[in-house]
Each structure stands twice: as structure tokens, then as C-alpha cells.
């Protein structure tokens, strides 16, 4: 019975307890919003009110503790009672210490503190003077101390108490992942716009775990679950701007299964340049969830082509193009010929690049032509003295090019042709072909027609002993115009649904800029027609990559039948063309190189006298608008090449006798 009492009596006594909590919450959330919602002259005259208390009772603290009490009379004490809040609040004033918004402690208002701490003792000490001989120094000194601590204690104190109130209305709670200087600078620069309210760190270090930062407690990644049933954050910032992609990509795999939305600092060269701010925070990139850490260039290999040299790149406007011509001004080329057939991209990248020329000093030269016009090329290259030509013109949309297949093969084989040849005939040292890995064993015209271009350059190169002349095959770049990824973005951006065209399709990826840095490099090691092929790392299965973006947007993907979730990933049939996988390589065994991403394969070409004539035979379908023998002239010339078009069905049956005589006597 007596348990049993003792339980009831603690039950009761536990009643009025909770009542007075929660009344004393309401109370101060009513009071913080009345301070918040009040006009600036209303909260400067509660600030100086305040104020002055709390320098009140700093100057009795320093009058006891000095034991200066006893050398004053009671009016000598109230006189410093009241003049000394009155100056030392004329000094925070003249030092501009109430312009500063209660937000957080930052130095310019400690600075102002402390000169206002500085100021006010000496004054005090002369006004004293004039009514008290006694020595009030000791005092003073202490009461500046006491002062601008309990200040600083004040304005902390205020800015926890207003926090939740200061915030917008659409502010979000966020979780910092990194506790060290970047995530420690982050929450401060947080604290000012206050779009983000940092409820949490989360660190690996061990050190830092259990530790309180900024009022803020530092966990592990592992109590990260367990974080977000109990804190409720919106987002995870991740603070760690040194970190490579691996560590990263290990980090949003954890946090992958949160489904909460993921922004990221700027990197350290960011940071470190200027260009960005601490809180210019981002979404996740692809880039950032790739197993691929980039490997730093070769010096002489990025010089040997471009620096001093006058250069040209052919669809200097398109994903690659335009980032090779970043790449060459950054070089030191000395001269850059932009040769482009659409009008605003060749604006777009030429308007960007003329913004470092005082840097770099380069010069820059937009051309608005076509590689179809055979005289518009050898022109370019005669008035600009052409060393190096980077190839990158081409239609590469594989249902675009399926669709209309003599405007794109005319233009990536015929125009290949034409820059090759006028290279040669202009002396240009080198030329480099930016080409695919859908060239390799193609389902596609698109693919077919790279391969074709591919066996002119190997086919001229042994015929132009003054024009080095090389190939660099590689697969998607990231956030290329045909690439998945800005598809993905806009579509999840919509609400969905996210459209995959097979549950099993794969892809090589690779950011432009790396891929960039890498065919400029590997065109430097050519000389007669070699072929190199670009380390892509390991193939991205396209659903998995749908999947990780919709979840680290802060989404979850709707399961079919249903309406939990809130994204749709919804399959839609392999296009015309299209493969489940893609290949870098026709024939095994490639032989490794001097940088260790980049690989050298041996390939089979075909002699020039016979490629020669079955150009001219595409040029001619090509003019005629003959679809049909098109392809088929594709089929015989680049191995592996099979269609699912019906229309190309015919065999090579097709072809008079004199023309599949030439065919086999090109192929050997």
C-alpha cells in the first residue's frame, strides 16, 4: 500500500511540474515573438534597457569584488551606479554597437564591445575624479571585464532565445555532415539568412563525436537514422570541401536511404579563389556518387599541342567542344579559332571565353561555318595558321541521327573527310578525332558513322608524314546534351515520372571536364592513326543512377500500383539503335600508355585507295537521299555493325558485281 501511495503522490507532484514547463514555454515563445514582430525604435529601447540592468549590476559585481565599496560614500556609489551604465551605453553607441542585428556574435560588434570597454573606464575615471579623490581604478578595470563579458553572455543568450523566430517561414532544419573549420564557418554563415536552421553535426572523427560545436552536438553517421526520427531535418549539408569522390560517394550511398535532399559546399578551389561563397551551397552532382577520383594531368603532354600554338576546335560549341576551348585558353594557346554552324552556340561560348582574355591572353576567333564547306575549312585553316585541330563536330543523338540519316551521315562522315584532308594539305601538325564508344560494334548509324570516321583518320595517317594524325574514343560525359542526366533532373523537378528504357541498360560516365583534359593529352601521344581509349571506370547500371538521384533530391520513388512515394520510374522500351551496354574496344589487349587512364588499342584499318571509293559511294547515296544504301555501304565497312531497322534488312546482294569487287578488295 505504501508503494503504491508513493506512486500516486509522485505522480500528482509531477502534474503541476509539467504544467509550469509548459507554461513557462509559452510565456517566453510569446515574449520572443513580441520582441521579434516590435518595430527597431521599440527593440532599441528594450536593448538599452536591458542593457542597462545588466551593466548596473556588472558595476556593483566590480565594486564588491574590488572592495571599493568601502571607500565610497552611498551618493559617491549611486553616482557610479548610474553614471557608469550611462557612459559605457554612450560608448557602445558612438562605436556603433546597436546598428548590429541580433543574430550572432560576429567580430565587428566584439570589436566595437571592446572599444566601447576601452573608452568607458577612462571617461568614468575623470568623471570620478571630479567628485571622489579616491583611486578608482581597480574598479573600473574590473567593471570593464565584467561588462563586456556579461555582454557577450547577453547577445548569446538573446540569440538562442530568438533563434526560432528570426527564421523565415520556409526555413529548413538541416543536418551539417563535417564538424571541422568548413562546417563549424558553415552554421555561422547559416545563423545570418537564416533559409537553414543547423539542428546537428555529424562527423567521423572521433574526437569531435559527443562534442558540442556552436551549441550544436556532433554524432556519428551511424546514429544518422535514428537522427532523423528524432531531429525531423529536412536536408544534409555536406561541409567537407576537401574530401575526395570516393570518401563522398561513400557518404551519399549512406545517406542515400534517408531520402532527404542533399546540398553541397563549394569545393576548396572555390573557396580558396573567391568565386564562391562558404553558404553558395549545391545540389549532389552525378559526379559526385561515381567511384572515379580524378588523376592529375601530365604537364608536357597538356603543353605539347596547344601552348604557343594557334589551335582549332570543330564543334567548339557543343558539351566537349566547348569545354576543350575552356581548356586551351587555359593553356596557353596563343591563338583559338572557334569553327561552329550554329549560330548561338558558337555567341554563347565565344562571349564566355572573351571574359579571360586580360587573364590569359589568348585570342579569340569565331568562325560561322560548316564543315560541308570544303573551302570554308581550308580557308579557316590558311588565314589562321591552323597547328592543331580538335575534331568534335558531329550529330551524336542516336534517335535523332536514326531518324535522318543522310543529314548526319553527310555531315560526320563527309565532314570529317573534308577537315582531314584540308589538314594534310595545309600542313596542320596535328589533328585529333573526338570519337565514341558506340563506334565500337554499333546498333546504330550514329555509332557506324564515328567508325567510319574513325578508319579515314587511321586510313590518312600513314599518307601525311607532316600532319600527326590520332583518334580518342570515349563514352558519355556528364551533363552533355544527350546525356540522361539533365533528363532525370528536369523530369524529377516535374514530380515525374523518371523514364528508363530498360531495367538492365548500362553506361560509361565521365565529367567533361576530366574527359577534356584527357583527349587533349592523349592527342599528344599519336602519331600515324593510333586509336586511344579513355579509362571510363566502371559501367553505371541507368536505373540505379534514376534511383539515387530521386533520393538524394529528398524524394522517394513511388512503387507501381500504388501512391506511397513520390516519384514514378516508369520503363519505356529500348530506342531505335539503342543498347543495353556499351564497349570501348573492338579488339582485346590494349597496351597501357604514360598517363594511367588513358590506353592504346591495336584495331584494324583499312587502306586509303580503297576507303577512298566507298566514300564517294556514301557521298553519292548521300546526294541521291538512298537511305537504304547507305546502310548498307555502313554494314560492310565497320565490323560488327547490325541494325534493328527493318530497311536494312538487304545484303550486300544489293551492291553491283564492280562495287562488291572494290568492297572485298578494301577489306582484304
Known sequence: MSAVRSTDMTDASAVPAARIVQMIRTWRRAFAYYLVTRNSRIKLAIALAVDAIVLAMSMAFAVVLARYHRALTPESLAMMMVAGPLVTIGCLWIFGAYRAVVRFIDMKFIERCLLAMISAPILLHFLYALFDRANSWRALITYAFVAFVSLMVLRRMATRFLRPFMASSDCKSVLIYGAGDAGTQLAAALDINCQHRPVAFVDDRLDLQGRTIRGLQVYSLDQVKALKQKLKFDRVLLAIPSAGRSRRRKILEHLESLAVQVLVMPGIEDLASGGKRIDDLREVQVEDILDRDAVAPIDDLLDACIRGQSVMVTGAGGSIGSELCRQIVKLGAKRLVLFETSEYALYAIGQELQGSLEKYRCEIVPVLANMLDRDAVARTLRSYGINTIYHAAAYKHVPLVESNVVT?????????????????????????????????????????????????????????????????????????????????????????????????????????????????????????????????????????????????????????????????????????????????????????????????????????????????????????????????????????????????????????????????????
Open 408 to 668: 548526319a551521315v553527310r555531315n560526320n562522315v563527309i565532314g570529317t573527310l573534308n577537315v582531314a584532308e584540308e589538314a594534310i594539305a595545309n600542313a596542320v601538325r596535328n589533328v585529333v578525332l573526338i570519337s565514341t564508344d558506340k563506334a565500337v560494334r554499333p546498333t546504330n548509324v550514329m555509332g557506324a558513322s564515328k567508325r567510319v570516321c574513325e578508319l579515314i583518320i587511321q586510313a590518312l595517317a600513314p599518307t601525311s608524314p607532316n600532319t600527326r594524325m590520332t583518334m580518342v574514343r570515349f563514352g558519355n560525359v556528364l551533363a552533355s546534351s544527350g546525356s540522361v542526366v539533365p533528363l532525370f533532373k528536369k523530369q524529377i523537378s516535374a514530380g515525374g515520372p523518371v523514364t528508363v528504357t530498360h531495367p538492365e541498360v548500362t553506361r560509361y560516365f565521365m565529367t567533361i571536364p576530366e574527359a577534356a583534359l584527357l583527349v587533349i593529352q592523349a592527342g599528344s601521344m599519336g602519331a600515324r592513326g593510333e586509336v586511344f581509349v579513355l579509362d571510363m571506370g566502371r559501367p553505371v547500371k541507368i536505373l540505379d543512377l534514376a534511383r539515387r538521384m530521386i533520393h538524394l533530391s529528398g524524394l522517394d520513388i513511388r512503387e507501381p500500383g500504388t501512391d506511397k512515394g513520390d516519384i514514378e520510374i516508369k520503363f519505356t522500351g529500348l530506342r531505335p539503335g539503342e543498347k543495353l551496354y556499351e564497349e570501348l574496344l573492338i579488339a582485346d589487349r590494349p597496351e597501357d600508355t604514360r598517363h594511367p587512364r588513358i590506353f592504346k588499342a591495336h584495331e584494324e584499318g583499312m587502306d586509303w585507295s580503297g576507303l577512298v571509293l566507298q566514300l564517294k559511294q556514301i557521298e553519292s547515296a548521300c546526294q541521291n537521299h538512298d537511305i537504304e544504301r547507305i546502310k548498307l555501304i555502313l554494314r560492310v565497312l565497320v565490323t560488327g555493325y547490325f541494325s534493328t531497322s527493318k530497311d536494312t534488312q538487304a545484303g550486300p546482294e544489293c551492291f553491283e558485281q564492280g562495287e562488291m569487287h572494290v568492297l572485298d578488295q578494301a577489306l582484304g
